[in-house]
């Protein structure tokens, strides 16, 4: 079993359906109401632990009750939540989300996602330094994840940095992690500019990853661009679909088995595709045991 170090955001999602979505000062009745623990650093921790890595998270949370079930919720998966902060004064992250006329609104407060500092890093550096892997989001502070980058390269503790929500990264961070996995939309903003799929994925061999949703996985192995078909199933809901890959993937590169790149691609492609089959972004994630039992058909 490989240990999988998560540093990332931890949110409440507050889930509404409705008929109609409201204008500005209407007010109208809904259909149903959740609430769904989420956020990409949670997500990609659970996705983890359920396909059999040691995941740890290190996380910020409010002193409230969001922040009880968040952190509830991560122990009832088998996270580790030994590294999560509660910040007095600043509520848990949530997320409002409003699914009505066949679309969705959201809108997100950070709340104690964005308290996530240099000084937390700190307080976990050696549980850090422990990992096989380290697997980080952009949903808290870019300063911070910049901080625990450098602390991973000096000590040569490999990184999975997923770059979303999209934002422009500086050379360094990319260089400093070991591997990246952009979807298209973020590839564009993370290189601060129109690039060629191609090209870039030329320049960082086996390191820059970029999903395509349906149309699979895209890497250079250093010879060629290879591509690895996505698994046609039945979509349901694709809410998490991509933190469910990341997450799988973080745990397939650090399993006894030792697979190269291109297998645990494969084998994230199947967790993603399985999670894609089923209702919600945890709740939808496989285990180890129903991957093994499925996978084949996946």
Same mark, same amino acid.
């Given at each position: 079993?490989?240990?999988?170090?998560?540093?990332?955001?931890?949110?409440?999602?507050?889930?509404?359906?409705?008929?109609?979505?409201?204008?500005?000062?209407?007010?109208?009745?809904?259909?149903?109401?959740?609430?769904?623990?989420?956020?990409?650093?949670? &997500?990609?921790?659970? %996705?983890?632990?359920?396909? =059999?890595?040691?995941?740890?998270?290190? +996380?910020?949370?409010?002193?409230? !009750? *969001?922040?009880?079930?968040?952190?509830? &919720?991560?122990?009832? %998966?088998?996270?580790?939540? =030994?590294?999560?902060?509660?910040?007095? +004064?600043?509520?848990?992250?949530? !997320? *409002?989300?409003?699914?009505?006329?066949?679309?969705?609104?959201?809108?997100?407060?950070?709340?104690?996602?964005?308290a996530f500092n240099k000084v937390v890093i700190d307080n976990y550096r050696e549980t850090i330094l422990s990992a096989d892997i380290v697997l980080m989001q952009l949903e808290i502070p870019l300063e911070t994840v910049e901080y625990a980058?450098?602390?991973?390269?000096?000590?040569n503790v490999k990184v999975l940095l997923n770059p979303a929500p999209g934002l422009e990264l500086s050379n360094s961070v990319i260089e400093s992690a070991s591997y990246i996995t952009p979807n298209e939309h973020e590839l564009k903003v993370?290189?601060?500019?129109?690039?060629?799929?191609?090209?870039?994925?030329?320049?960082?061999?086996?390191?820059?990853?970029?999903?395509?949703?349906?149309?699979?996985?895209?890497?250079?192995?250093?010879?060629?661009?290879?591509?690895?078909?996505?698994?046609?199933?039945?979509?349901?809901?694709?809410?998490?679909?991509?933190?469910?890959?990341?997450?799988?993937?973080?745990?397939?590169?650090?399993?006894?088995?030792?697979?190269?790149?291109?297998?645990?691609?494969?084998?994230?492609?199947?967790?993603?595709?399985?999670?894609?089959?089923?209702?919600?972004?945890?709740?939808?994630?496989?285990?180890?045991?129903?991957?093994?039992?499925?996978?084949?058909?996946?």
């Open positions: 079993m490989g240990r999988v170090v998560v540093i990332g955001s931890i949110n409440v999602d507050m889930v509404f359906t409705s008929d109609i979505r409201p204008k500005a000062g209407e007010t109208v009745l809904g259909n149903t109401f959740s609430v769904i623990p989420g956020g990409k650093g949670a &997500n990609q921790a659970v %996705a983890a632990a359920k396909l =059999g890595a040691e995941s740890i998270m290190i +996380g910020c949370v409010g002193n409230d !009750a *969001n922040g009880e079930f968040a952190v509830h &919720n991560l122990n009832s %998966a088998n996270v580790n939540t =030994g590294c999560i902060e509660k910040i007095n +004064g600043v509520p848990t992250g949530v !997320a *409002n989300i409003l699914v009505a006329e066949n679309d969705n609104s959201i809108t997100v407060i950070p709340g104690a996602n964005y980058l450098e602390l991973c390269r000096k000590n993370i290189s601060g500019k129109k690039c060629d799929m191609e090209k870039e994925m030329k320049k960082y061999p086996n390191k820059l990853i970029v999903t395509l949703g349906s149309k699979g996985v895209k890497y250079f192995d250093g010879k060629e661009i290879r591509l690895i078909p996505s698994n046609k199933v039945e979509v349901i809901d694709t809410t998490g679909a991509g933190d469910t890959f990341c997450g799988a993937l973080a745990a397939s590169l650090v399993a006894n088995e030792n697979k190269n790149l291109g297998e645990s691609i494969k084998f994230a492609n199947k967790a993603a595709a399985y999670a894609i089959t089923r209702l919600g972004a945890q709740s939808g994630m496989p285990t180890l045991e129903q991957l093994k039992r499925e996978g084949p058909y996946l």
